[in-house]
Nanobody
Framework: EVQMVASGGGLVQPGGSLRLSCAASGFAFSSNTMDWVRQAPGKGLEWVSGVSSGGYRTTYASSVKSRFTASTDNTKNTLHLHMNSLIPEGTAVYYC?????RGQGTQVTVYS
């Protein structure tokens, strides 16, 4: 059974940073592509970042490129999303996702 559990969200001021983590299980972690997606209040899901090949390949939405960095810890089957220079538009519930399984998300709120 695939399980994806995101954590590490919180309240942060604009310009601040947060590191999200995602504990993954139930599949071959280092051999597959996983994604970070988010859902802002009243909006649909937005793809944020993709990680594959054990963390060696990463892709980003243009809205977060140069501010967010995705990484993996293959020894712990954990993904991370390092978010810098956060802006209010980054307020959303963030999820990690594998093959359609999204699991529990974590709330990020960027406030002035």
């Amino acid at each position: 059974e695939v399980q994806m559990v995101a954590s590490g969200g919180g309240l942060v001021q604009p310009g601040g940073s947060l590191r999200l983590s995602c504990a993954a299980s139930g599949f071959a972690f280092s051999s597959n592509t996983m994604d970070w997606v988010r859902q802002a209040p009243g909006k649909g899901l937005e793809w944020v970042s993709g990680v594959s090949s054990g963390g060696y390949r990463t892709t980003y939405a243009s809205s977060v490129k140069s501010r967010f960095t995705a990484s993996t810890d293959n020894t712990k089957n954990t993904l991370h999303l390092h978010m810098n220079s956060l802006i209010p538009e980054g307020t959303a519930v963030y999820y990690c996702e594998y093959s359609g399984d999204r699991g529990q998300g974590t709330q990020v709120t960027v406030y002035s």
